[in-house]
């Protein structure tokens, strides 16, 4: 890719990465990164090589620190409902992308940062990254999904205090609000990604997806509707290869292989 590129992607052991790239502008999200970035999510869902993805941040100290606000502040009412549509659009196709997305987040994730993290199957970050949705202390709300996942992600109330006070909290602090899944020194930090993908990637990759639909869509259900679609999804599970593998080598007590079948 060129140096021109606001996002860039590179394959390595099944793994695709997407770093944001414009450490200059502290990652901030523009039009140009959002639809890159969504380029990038796509080839990375259509590439059958590519069985996981991270997603991470060029620089030292910042993931993204969210919309660029100088855009904010010059456009329209329509413009900034546009650009929150493409936001949402791209957080939604990371949700659903069908393959498991990690962020490692490389330094401090706020706003629009944030919530590109928060739409990622799971969270790692460096510890002294700074953890926040800031924009109400811009008179503005976390428009791209935070309103919708953070308080999934940590309850209510957790959530609450942290859109409306607009504070930043630590990595470890977010870590123990269940945000953040662990938290790593910077030089751990793409490693310890790879690591827990590895061992996802061990695991039948129709068990990870299943089950990951099954977390996914039951929280949008009642609970009754949660929990027999996981019933559903678990005898739909039962007429694959790899359960037969599973469920064969835990008796045996040998490692399985699985196929993908």
């Given amino acids: 890719m060129s140096h021109n590129d606001v996002v860039l992607y590179s394959i390595k052991n099944r793994i695709a990465t997407i770093a944001l790239n414009r450490p200059e502008s ?15 999510l796509e080839k990375a869902k259509k590439d059958q090589e590519v069985k996981a993805v991270i997603i991470t941040g060029i620089g030292e100290k910042v993931f993204s ?11 329209t009412p329509l413009e900034v409902r546009d650009f929150a549509k493409l936001a949402v659009e791209v957080t939604s196709k ?8 990690v962020a490692a987040l490389n ?35 976390a428009g791209f999904g935070g309103t919708t996942r953070l308080p999934r992600l940590v309850g209510k109330g957790r959530a609450a205090e942290l859109l409306l006070t607009g504070n930043s909290i630590s990595a470890e602090e977010a870590y123990t609000f269940g945000l953040i899944n662990r938290v790593v020194e910077p ?25 990951w639909e099954a977390l996914h869509r039951g929280l949008n259900v ?7 679609l996981g019933a559903d999804f678990f005898g739909l599970i039962a007429s694959t290869e790899d359960y037969r593998t599973g469920t064969k080598a835990f008796i045996e007590k040998t490692k399985p292989e699985y196929k993908g079948r």
């Avoid at 620190?65 to 456009?75: E, H, Q, R, V, Y």
């Fill in 26 to 40: 502290l990652n901030a999200l523009n039009r140009e990164v959002l639809e890159q970035l969504s380029v990038a």
């Fill in 65 to 75: 620190a969210g919309a660029d606000i100088k855009f904010l502040n010059s456009a």
């Fill in 94 to 101: 990371i949700e659903s992308l069908g393959k498991v997305v």
């Fill in 107 to 141: 330094g401090s994730a706020l706003g629009g940062g944030l919530e590109i993290a928060e739409s990622c199957m799971l969270r790692i970050a460096v510890n002294h990254a700074r953890i926040g949705h800031p924009e109400v202390r811009i008179g503005a709300v």
């Fill in 187 to 211: 030089e751990n930090l793409l490693p310890e990604a790879e690591n827990l993908l590895q061992e996802i990637l061990a695991q039948s990759p129709i068990a990870v997806t299943l089950t």
């Fill in 222 to 228: 009642t609970l009754e509707e949660s929990a027999h």
